[in-house]
């Protein structure tokens, strides 16, 4: 699990190095950091930085209804609900969904 999490870590650093550069560089390597994710997923479905990642990817490719369905699928599980970039991730997901009000809790929280 924390070797595919390291390769979908890699691969989202690049990702962020290339978004003003070349996005669609960045789209090739937002989606080869969610399949690693994806990867992590299978073998532990409960790792915090995999769902995470996983999430965050989802959201920088603009798939935010799939995205939003990951997140809810772990929200209530006590290793993920405490963590602020679950918050962030949750706030800027639903500022994506038009949901401002949600954004705004999630984000105040």
Known sequence: VHFWCQI??????????????????????????KESYEQALKLNNNHVAAVLGHVRS????????????????????????DTSERWYLQGLLKRKLQHYAEAKRALET
């Open 58 to 81: 989802l959201i920088m490719l603009s798939r935010y209804k799939l995205a939003e369905k990951s997140l809810d699928e772990h929200v209530d599980k006590a290793y993920i609900s």
């Open 8 to 33: 979908g870590l890699y691969h989202r650093r690049e990702a962020e190095k290339f978004f003003f550069i070349n996005y669609f560089e960045a789209l090739k390597q937002w989606n080869t950091a």
